[in-house]
């Protein structure tokens, strides 16, 4: 069930929280989590039935294993039931998510033809296992006890998050369903009605028109047309904003609803392309997917505590895995590559100039925005191996960019108009690149978990200050009117509800 | 300030309510798709099953009193007149999409089987829709043809999605300013004419080039002469008669699939739809019409370039036919003339093909800068197309 679907807006939610708060009224609070849990099995076995077992076979096989390591002292039996309980969940992630990549790569080496028929990456497989494979290793150091089995499941399965994260870490969320107080509130529901609208019109009203100019494109270069120098820059900046649209608003309509059942999911969002540098970048982008990565896979693997070799060795690991996490594909591994390269291209970059004594103590602000630039002049490259389906394709429009097949400004054969989609490109530029984001204008609402907790400085720069307070959220009348207006905007354009780009890792 | 919060809440949820009820009301009463038959207001019945989308025409054949039905792309969409008298004297849809490919017109052929009570079925081909490509078109999955239909979604569409809203708003429009549609405009025809001072050679050039990068890559999937054959089958059980027209491209279109190195295949093509008839027993009774080939109106000569006000007889562009050569067609399939295309057996077949190959030679040698033009087309690359 797609968040942009009627049956979601018109019937799932509706009915999902008034029983919850059903419930609640009825004082029965541990119930309410029980109705979650069902709600979050329904929700995701909508999709596809007969992988309802396969999550909840996962469930009990983690929460086993979670509380005996919570039960035993550290030592060797620890270390072993843990190492089952992560080879569990990554041949789990393994068979599921890289069998057929692997028997693809073992055939074209070997000249097999070797194949794993009917298999259907479970939805959401890779979020799930992250989250369970932190759970497991804090199991191992004790941070896990009390955790009763229902907390867990609601942990796991909770469904805003369940399918394309935020990737929410048991301390963040288990606390919360042990509140024994009234449950959300007025200001719950508002806050989050706002964020999930904001999410569904960035979805429905500007990714998925984004991804008109993209696809065309894209796809072209796949039947072996190859774009031209406009062409090629308008597909990969369309795709740069359908991506980040896609994700922002799916994030937003995750928080908002989890906000809506009065519980805060961390932030995973915060305008990637306002980023000064590639670490700022993933600082912004995916943000919980980056903590995992460098909680559980950057610092096991010695981070840079180890000298400044192995640091750029666990930095090119840490991408590479990164990447085939996306997608099993080597264009993916591509794109963590690009990715770990630009890294330590930075952490270098940087340590030389803090060496030699070139880092100004307040950075200027041409300065910032020559950063800013790069970096998103890096990261569409990225994306161009993200989105393409083969190297071929991917050079095809890289090439098409530095203008290897010439400077041609037509788009023949493409059914779109190439002002139409600069003047949008442009327009989002502006938006992406100077308009506070979502969580900033709500800020003083906590819409996010960070803010409940430490309340982060909310810094809005680039935003002009006068632009950042005329777009302060209020729960006044005019404000309903718009976000109603915002609505029905986003109903009426769910008529072909797509998926969500990050659904499918 | 939980009291500010609800009344912004209130004010929030029941704006969108209402505002969505209404949407859905006003959707529900015009409905220029039909969807919501014994609910729609008949006001605006007249101004219904007046779109061109697999919806609309799901719904057209839903009615369940057709007699007739055609089965193509928007070339007999367009070119098929829904005045002929055949076509006139029997209760007739036409179930054409843009575009189409043979599974759909399947799942089409097999619904209006369900639903009506038939006695024709016009069968318009082309051998591209014989191709393996996508499996469905545009808005055809959220159409009642689609055999996965899902009802809550498609009804929730017709009630609050975008496109419905604005057929809603264009049938208002319309009823204000009496519009009353031309028998060519209704029960899934479309009239097509050229916009003034259009050059139909330039037309013809970029219709060419769309259709020379689609036809590069075709080929023959064996599944689709399947369905076919089933529908042959059908056809023939529930004693509905059957005639299969190639539709009449323009004499350049072919020569795409000549230049383009695809005559073989598509001669094999049109001998496999004969072949079919003949194995199921039905070639007296059914026929295959070839409409095609390199002369007579397919041979028209196309406007010289820089000419804005040549208007050709039988062609829009190399693809699309006018309903004045569709009205040849229908004569030639059920008024017995004899004066264009031909109705195909296994007797005639070798004959016919080679005689289409004389006529190339001979049209080649007539429309030598024409042919030439074609070839360029192809050599300079072509994007996009079917």
């Known amino acids: 069930m797609l968040f942009n679907s009627y049956l979601f807006i018109l019937v799932f939610l509706p009915v999902t929280l008034g029983v919850y708060l059903f419930i ?31 999550l909840i076979g996962s469930l009990l096989f983690n929460y086993t294993i979670g509380t005996w390591l919570g039960k035993i002292a550290p030592g060797r039996r620890a270390k072993a039931l843990l190492v089952v309980g992560l080879t569990g969940n990554l041949l789990f992630l393994g068979y ?151 994700f922002s608003g799916y994030t937003d309509m995750a928080i908002g609803l989890g906000r809506m059942f009065g519980i805060r999911l961390p932030l995973n969002f915060n305008s990637p392309y306002k980023a000064t540098n590639i670490a700022d970048f993933w600082r912004r982008w995916h943000m919980t997917l980056s903590r995992f990565l460098r909680d559980y896979l950057y610092i096991p693997l010695g981070g840079n505590r180890k000298g400044p070799a192995r640091r750029y060795v666990n930095l090119m690991i840490t991408m590479l895995l990164g990447g085939l996490w996306h997608g099993a594909g080597w264009t993916f591994v591509a794109w963590g ?64 960019m530095v203008g290897v097949h010439g400077f041609s400004f037509r788009a023949d054969g493409l059914n779109f108009s190439l002002t139409q989609a600069t003047k949008m490109v442009g327009l989002f530029l502006v938006v992406v690149w100077v308009f506070p984001n979502s969580h900033e204008v709500l800020a003083s609402h906590t819409p996010a978990l960070e803010y409940a907790q430490n309340p982060p400085r909310v810094n809005l720069a680039p935003t002009p200050r006068w632009l950042g307070r005329l777009l302060v959220w209020r729960p006044t009348l005019l404000g309903a009117l718009i976000l109603a207006a915002l609505m029905i905007a986003g109903i009426l354009n769910v008529s072909r509800p797509s998926d969500f780009i990050y659904w499918q890792f | 300030m939980e009291a500010v919060y609800k009344r912004f809440a209130m004010v929030w949820l029941l704006t969108s309510l209402g505002a969505v009820a209404a949407i859905a009301a006003l959707n529900m009463l015009v409905d220029p798709a039909g969807a919501y038959r014994g609910l729609h207001s008949r006001a605006f019945e007249p101004l219904r099953y007046l779109d061109l989308n697999c919806v609309t025409k799901a719904e057209m054949v839903r009615r369940g009193d057709w007699q007739v039905i055609i089965l193509g792309s928007s070339r007999a969409e367009t070119g098929l007149p829904a005045t002929h008298p055949f076509l006139a004297t029997n209760r007739t849809c036409n179930l054409s999409f843009a575009g189409t490919r043979f599974p759909e ?131 023939r059980d529930r004693r509905i008669d059957l005639q299969v027209a190639i539709m009449p491209v323009h004499a350049l279109d072919l020569e795409l699939l000549y230049a383009g190195g695809r005559w073989s295949q598509f001669e094999r093509w049109e001998a496999d739809l004969v072949e079919i008839l003949a194995q199921e027993g039905v070639d007296g009774k059914f026929g295959v019409w070839d409409f095609t080939g390199y002369a007579g109106p397919p041979a028209e000569a196309v406007p010289p370039e820089g000419d804005h006000t040549t208007r050709m007889k039988y062609y829009f562009e190399n693809s699309h036919c006018t309903p004045v050569l569709g009205g040849l067609m229908l004569d030639a399939m059920f008024e017995g003339a004899t004066t264009f295309g031909i109705k195909l057996d296994q007797a005639n077949i070798k004959a016919h093909l080679a005689r289409v190959l004389e006529d190339r030679a001979a049209y080649a040698r007539t429309n030598a800068a024409d042919i030439a033009w074609v070839s360029r087309i192809l050599s300079e690359g072509t994007a996009g197309g079917k």
């Open chain 1, 337 to 400: 590559a690009l990715h770990g390269f630009y890294l330590s291209v930075f952490h270098g970059w940087h340590e030389w100039r803090g060496r030699t004594g070139r880092a100004a103590p307040t950075p200027y602000v041409a300065g910032l925005w020559a950063g800013r630039v790069v970096t998103f002049l890096a990261v569409i490259a990225g994306w161009v191996f993200f989105r393409a389906e083969n190297f071929s394709d991917a050079t095809k429009v890289l090439g098409g």
């Open chain 2, 105 to 235: 017109l399947m799942a089409a052929f097999d619904y209006a089987c369900q639903h009506n009570p038939l006695k024709h079925v016009i069968l318009c081909v082309d051998s591209y829709m014989f191709s393996p490509g996508t499996r469905w078109i545009e808005d055809f999955p959220e159409s009642r043809f689609n055999p996965e239909f899902r009802a809550f979604d498609y009804y929730c569409k017709q009630l609050l999605g975008r496109s419905s809203t604005d057929r809603t708003w264009d049938a208002i429009r319309r009823r204000f300013q009496g519009y009353k549609p031309i028998p060519q405009d209704r029960h899934g025809f479309h009239k097509h004419g050229l916009e003034a001072k259009t050059s139909q050679r330039e037309l013809f050039s970029r219709v060419l080039r769309i259709l020379g990068g689609g036809y590069r890559h075709q080929s023959l999937d064996p599944a689709d002469l399947e369905m076919f054959r089933h529908m042959v089958r059908v056809c």
């Open chain 1, 24 to 54: 609640i009224r009825q004082g029965w609070r541990k119930q309410s989590f029980d109705w979650l849990v069902l709600a979050s099995i329904f929700f995701y076995g909508w999709w596809k039935w007969s992988n309802v077992p396969l």
């Open chain 1, 96 to 246: 599921f998510k890289y069998a057929n990549f692997f028997l693809d790569n073992v055939n074209s080496l070997f000249g097999l033809g070797w194949t794993v028929t009917h298999l259907v990456l479970p939805l959401g497989i890779s979020f799930i296992t992250f989250q369970k494979i932190a759970y497991l290793v804090d199991s191992s150091q004790g941070l896990t006890r009390g955790y009763g089995f229902r907390d867990f499941c609601l942990f796991v399965s909770f469904f805003p998050q369940l399918i394309a994260g935020p990737i929410v870490h048991h301390s963040e969320l288990m606390p919360q369903f042990r509140r024994k107080d009234s449950g959300p509130s007025w200001e719950d529901f508002s806050v989050g009605a706002v964020l999930f609208v904001i999410g569904l019109g960035k979805k429905v009203l500007v990714a998925d028109p984004f991804a008109a100019f993209a696809n065309p494109v894209f796809n072209a270069a796949h039947s072996g047309t190859v774009p031209g120098f406009a062409v090629a820059w308008i597909g990969t900046l369309a795709y740069t904003m359908q991506i980040y649209f896609d």
